[in-house]
């Protein structure tokens, strides 16, 4: 965990330790990109179930640098493919997925067995969220 303050911490999880949906801008030879992912947020980064093919994962490959964005709150960060869902070192994080994500994960929609099936994990770096009319600047490193 970065600089947060308790207090930011505790905003960030109300809100986003469940499943959430968020922007996720991603850009590539100067044109953007931004599409609405399912994700939530665990430990300074957000989490994404996603196919490696996708639009979005071929943008973060040529260029790792995204923003996000939900309920009162910005952020950029770095994007990062974690490999397929299934693999050993995903355990962790596949397992808080599942739960999180418990009303949808295992409708059909992903194949959690095909090795395309990938973790995102997105990074954060710098912020900004609002709370009660308050700006919090938030330095993640």
Do not use: C
């Not at 960030?12 to 959430?20: A, G, M, P, Q, V």
């Not at 399912?38 to 640098?65: C, R, W």
């Amino acid at each position: 965990m970065g600089k947060l303050s308790q207090r930011t911490e505790a905003i960030l999880l109300e809100r986003f330790s469940k499943d959430s949906l968020i922007s996720l801008a991603t850009s590539v030879e100067n044109v953007p990109y931004v599409r609405t992912v399912d994700a939530f947020y665990n430990n300074d980064a957000f989490y994404v179930l996603t196919h490696a093919l996708s639009g979005k994962m071929k943008q973060i490959e040529k260029n790792p640098i995204v923003a996000v964005s939900g309920e009162w709150f910005t952020a950029h960060g770095r994007g990062i493919n974690l490999g397929w869902f299934g693999s050993d070192e995903n355990k962790a994080i596949a397992e808080k997925m599942r739960i999180v994500f418990a009303d949808w994960i295992d409708n059909g929609h992903s194949n959690l067995e095909d090795k395309n099936t990938i973790i995102l994990r997105i990074e954060l770096t710098k912020g900004v969220l609002f709370s009660d009319g308050i700006r919090y600047e938030i330095d993640f490193s």
